[in-house]
């Protein structure tokens, strides 16, 4: 889900999972008409790739500027385009963490994936639920596909549960051969596991019939986001020594479920969106007591 802020443009990024050529964007409210029509742009990253190395390779001069953490469209002569997400950019050289689906090899085309626009302030002045984001892609083998993305206008957004740093320092103690030096991790591949482990929690939430950003302490979400991490992280094959991972699984899907139910039978949720506290919006967690006969 996106969340839009109230009050400010909101700049967008959109990775279709097909190579684009152009898009349009209709911004919708929940009844289906359009609020706004915003331009879209292609990321113009346009370059050849000139030598290659294991998990590295050269780019030569062309059009745009490549970023760490964004994804690229790599286009082989006769072969299916691929996506690779670059971890690091010095000068020309553009290092990536994750074996890629294709091959990547001298004189190949490498150009951008994302498509970008903002929804503007006049667009986001009245807060509410389920809007709608539909990218309308020509894609490069001249089929077109609309893509749906449900938004949220807030006047808070969600603060995300667990950070890069937070997953780092993590993985560095409990695991610390996988951040050695013979074995290098960037910030791209930390941010990449914080926002799956974040993302575990908000769809948590969003199934429980609640929606994330109208938490009224969102800060007391953070057990539930580590236990999530570690989720996260045994999906990738990091369990702690001594644990079966089955079992460490099982247990901590358990205490997810278990930290954001008592969590959110006790904070304030802001139901009617009027950023005030009100009756029936603040519940204490219920107990039951129990005797043996």
Not at 45 to 64: K, Q, W
Not at 259 to 287: C, H, M
Request: hydrophobic share 45%; with cysteine.
């Amino acid at each position: 889900m996106r969340f839009l802020q109230t009050g400010s443009d909101n700049a967008l990024r959109f990775t279709p999972v097909a190579r684009p050529l152009s898009a349009t964007l209709a911004f919708l409210s929940p009844s289906g008409s359009t609020i706004s029509s915003p331009s879209v742009a292609l990321d113009t990253f346009d370059r050849t790739i000139s030598s290659v190395a294991d998990f590295s390779f050269v780019v030569a001069a062309g059009a745009g500027t490549p970023v760490a953490g964004r994804s690229y469209w790599v286009v082989p002569t006769g072969e299916e385009a691929f996506l690779v997400t670059i971890s690091r950019v010095a000068g020309s050289t553009l290092t990536y963490d994750d074996l890629p689906a294709g091959t990547i090899t001298v004189g190949d085309t490498i150009v951008g994936a994302d498509l970008i626009a903002t929804i503007l302030t006049a667009a986001v002045a009245t807060v509410g639920l389920h809007n709608q984001l539909r990218w309308k892609v020509t894609h490069a083998d001249s089929t077109e596909r609309t893509y749906l993305e449900s938004a949220a206008i807030c006047r808070t957004v969600f603060n995300v549960p667990v950070t890069a740093a937070v997953c780092a320092a993590h993985v560095g103690s409990r695991f610390p051969g996988v951040v050695s030096p013979t074995n290098l991790n960037s910030a791209s591949q930390w941010i990449e596991i914080a926002a799956r482990a974040s993302r575990r929690v908000e769809t948590h939430i969003i199934a429980s019939g609640k929606m994330p950003h109208l938490i009224g302490d969102q800060s007391l979400l953070e057990d539930a986001g580590f236990t999530s991490l570690q989720l996260e992280l045994a999906n990738r094959g990091l369990v702690p020594t001594g644990f079966d991972p089955a079992a460490f699984v099982a247990n901590m899907k358990e205490d997810l479920d278990k930290q954001l139910e008592f969590a959110l039978s006790s904070i304030w949720y802001d139901l009617n969106q009027d950023g005030a506290v009100n009756t029936g919006e603040v519940r204490s967690p219920k107990s039951i007591r129990l005797v043996r006969s």
